[in-house]
């Protein structure tokens, strides 16, 4: 398996295995994917991650207790690797991992590095709903 899959994956896993069938759908980065949801408004999480981060990986923990709660069925989290698309992070003016950006369609809305604590987290994707 491709070790940069990793974390997203098993993020996925636990949102999939944990969540009801009104969870937050969580992908892979990709620009037409991130494109098309900005332009139907949606709330977006950005998810800069790396594999080794042990950061990443305590906000993957916090991110998977949310996720499936009904609140947050419409939010879209993209799963974007540090270590692999840099051309994509460095467009979002990231400058390390476990960087957590949300959006409200083309806006901005809030951006949280290395944070790993429940409430932080929770505002962050409840500012992409709003």
Not at 44 to 65: F, K, M, N
Not at 113 to 129: G, H, K, P, Q, V
């Amino acid at each position: 398996m491709n070790p940069n899959l990793v974390a997203p994956i098993a993020l996925v896993a636990a949102v999939a295995t944990l969540a009801p069938v009104h969870a937050a759908t969580v992908q892979p980065f990709s620009a037409a994917a991130f494109d098309a949801a900005q332009k139907l408004g949606r709330p977006i999480l950005v998810d800069v991650y790396a594999d080794w981060c042990p950061v990443c990986r305590a906000q993957h923990e916090v991110l998977s207790q949310l996720l499936p709660r009904p609140e947050f069925r419409n939010l879209t989290v993209f799963s974007l690797n540090f270590d692999t698309q840099k051309d994509a992070w460095s467009k979002f003016g990231v400058h390390r991992q476990s960087t957590l950006i949300a959006y409200r369609g083309r806006n901005e809305v809030g951006r949280s590095i290395a944070a790993t604590d429940n409430a932080t987290i929770e505002n962050l994707l409840r500012a992409s709903m709003r």
